[in-house]
């Protein structure tokens, strides 16, 4: 028996020796913080971000645009006193090419036609893992596909996990079937962003830099709102974490928790450097006055609880991808991987020199290690002394937009989604939605243009953001669950939410959802040991309109947490629309 494994471990070692690059020397924890620890904090100014147009202006008025956008290895700096480190990257170039990648700019009705090309190389330059679910080019090659996340298109367009490509197309997924992505954007403006989804690779890939923003303007309303505005004064915030070997090679684990099982896997990635906009712990000068920021979690697991120092707060305008009916302010907002918060923050509103970011949030989240000296920080606002120049004219409206209401009809569809976390003896070895895997056959196959209420039920120790391509939804209720173990117990054995009385359980303790999450939105935090009911619409949200393309088409679309080291491993099933 321990030969045999022995040599499982071995042929499974020549495999991942063959795909990816060379194991390097082992690290320890130790070295890595040392690493991190070395690099000055607020050295680095915050990048901007470039841009794309994805329109065209003709006699004033926008018209369809397409662009072309390549995938890159290059070097990138990370840190002044970090040697450069090698990334993969999105832009029009290998010269241009940023991470995250260009901004790409569209307007509300008018499509955007986007080629993607890979140039990658032959190998992949983090470790990654044959054992789980995953794209495995003959040839070799890096097995990429863009999805863009919060898109409302069809599904040839949404960069299923088995539509991935190699460089040059030499390799192909059993989905793909074209060059050339068109995005109708016919969805209100908001916050998306595009980023890599090849099957089993998206934690290395995204871990690798394949992130990048995308926003959907609606020019009558944003003039309307009049919030702060223009490449100053409206920007992204990308944030994320990652450990960095000394010679600036960024780090991901070579060994898996469960090597034998997995050699590669681990349910989590995180890193110990603070990272905004492709550098590490930057910092930004800024005018005593408001400033709007899009704060992306691009993290593969990590939580951000942000707060600032010195008084500040956040105002909140707008979430993952729709504006909130009214602005919020608080103190402290929690983000989940994937979440998009749209958020005003006014320097005018203290007398100090500077503002800290910071993060409280334990990994994993909730119960899990308590942040340092290092993650604790993520970046420094300095703020200019005297009055803006030019003086700030932009403001917040007490009415931002209103949307239909989050209300599951009469009769609507209800399905039990249940989360669930396989064990062996040295942890985890692998996730599924009920009990299923992405390969199963679909289950969730809602009628196009309805609205159903789903029940989603976190059976492990964390919580996990649960993320529907095509569709938006809210959570409307949080209840926790009574006598856990005993249901956990029964949904082990049944996998079966009614035959285990989900409806005696559920019905604990109501926990409020923030106001500030009370809005349409694509990614949504499911909290361990609750059961969380969220109102998800298959339509257009801005008025309950059906989708102006066909979404019943292979090859469908998906569901998944967006942990993406339980994404790929296998926290992920079919979303199937049928005909209206
Ligand atoms: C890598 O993972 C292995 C297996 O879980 C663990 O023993 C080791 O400490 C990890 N290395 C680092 C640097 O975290
Ligand atoms: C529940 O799901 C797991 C994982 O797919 C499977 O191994 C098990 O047989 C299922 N049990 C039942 C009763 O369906
Ligand atoms: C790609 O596949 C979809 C779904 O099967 C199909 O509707 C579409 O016509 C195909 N496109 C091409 C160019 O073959
Ligand atoms: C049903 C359920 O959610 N179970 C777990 C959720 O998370 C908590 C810890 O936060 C565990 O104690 C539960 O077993
Ligand atoms: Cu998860």
């Not at 010679?247 to 928790?257: A, E, I, V």
């Not at 005018?287 to 942000?306: D, L, M, P, T, V």
């Not at 959802?513 to 059961?531: D, M």
Request: with cysteine.
């Amino acid at each position: 028996m321990i030969r045999f494994v022995a040599a499982a471990v071995t042929f499974l070692a020549a495999i991942i020796g063959s795909s990816a690059s060379r194991a390097p020397p082992r690290v320890t924890e130790e070295t890595l913080l040392l690493t991190a620890s070395s690099l000055e904090m607020f050295v680095d100014k915050l990048p901007k971000l470039p841009k794309l147009y994805g329109y065209k202006i003709q006699n004033a008025k926008p018209v369809p645009g397409s662009l072309t956008v390549g995938m890159y290895a290059k070097k990138w700096k990370f840190h002044r006193d970090l040697p450069p480190s090698t990334v993969f990257a999105y832009g029009t170039s290998a010269a241009t090419a940023t991470v995250p990648g260009p901004t790409i700019e569209a307007i509300n009705g008018v499509p955007t036609t986007v080629t993607w090309l890979n140039f990658l190389p032959e190998s992949h330059i983090l470790p990654w893992d044959p054992t789980i679910p995953t794209a495995i080019p003959k040839r070799g090659g890096v097995p990429t596909v863009v999805h863009l996340h919060g898109g409302v298109h069809p599904p040839e367009y949404d960069g299923s996990a088995l539509a991935w490509f190699t460089a040059n197309f030499q390799e192909k997924g059993t989905f793909w079937n074209h060059t050339t992505y068109t995005y109708p954007n016919v969805q209100h403006a908001g916050n998306l962003w595009y980023h890599d989804h090849a099957l089993g690779l998206t934690r290395i890939n995204l871990l690798a830099g394949l992130i990048g923003a995308y926003v959907i303007r609606d020019p009558a309303l944003d003039a309307k709102l009049n919030l702060p505005s223009g490449l100053k004064f409206d920007q992204h915030l990308f944030v994320f974490d990652r450990s960095f070997n000394k010679d600036g090679s960024l780090y991901m684990n070579y060994t898996g928790n469960n090597p034998i099982i997995h050699p590669q896997w681990q349910p989590e990635y995180f890193g110990d450097a603070m990272v905004v906009n492709g550098k590490a712990w930057p910092y930004l000068n800024v005018q005593r006055r408001k400033y709007r920021f899009r704060i992306i979690n691009a993290a593969n697991a990590r939580y951000f609880r942000f707060s600032l120092t010195n008084g500040l707060s956040f105002t909140m305008v707008g979430s993952d991808t729709s504006y909130l009916p009214h602005p919020v302010t608080t103190d402290s907002i929690l983000m989940a991987p994937s979440e998009i918060f749209d958020v005003i923050i006014d320097f005018s509103a203290t007398n100090a020199k500077e503002s800290v970011l910071e993060n409280n949030a334990p990994y994993p989240y909730p119960s899990g290690t308590h942040v340092n000296s290092m993650n604790k920080v993520v970046m420094k606002f300095i703020i200019a002394r005297g009055k803006p120049n030019p003086p700030d004219t932009s403001s917040i409206p007490l009415v931002l937009k209103a949307y239909p209401p989050a209300i599951p009809p009469k009769g609507a569809v209800k399905r039990y989604i249940v989360m669930y976390e396989y064990q062996a003896a040295g942890g985890p070895t692998h996730m599924y939605i009920n009990g299923k895997r992405l390969e199963d056959p679909a289950t969730e196959t809602p009628k196009s243009g309805t609205t159903e209420a789903w029940e989603v039920i976190n059976l492990t120790g964390e919580d996990h953001p649960l993320h529907l391509h095509l569709a938006s939804f809210q959570a409307i209720k949080v209840r926790e669950i009574v006598d856990l173990s005993t249901f956990t117990a029964c949904m082990t054995k049944k996998n079966d939410s009614l035959k285990c009385n989900v409806n005696d359980h559920a019905k604990g303790k109501l926990v409020n959802v923030p106001e500030y999450e009370r809005t349409w939105k694509h990614t949504v935090k499911i909290a361990p040991g609750h059961q969380t009911t969220i109102v998800v619409k298959f339509n257009l949200i801005d008025n309950d309109a059906p989708y102006p393309f066909d979404p019943t088409i292979e090859p469908g679309y998906v569901y998944h947490c967006h942990i993406l080291d339980h994404e790929d491993n296998a926290m992920i099933r079919p979303l199937k629309l049928l005909p209206a």
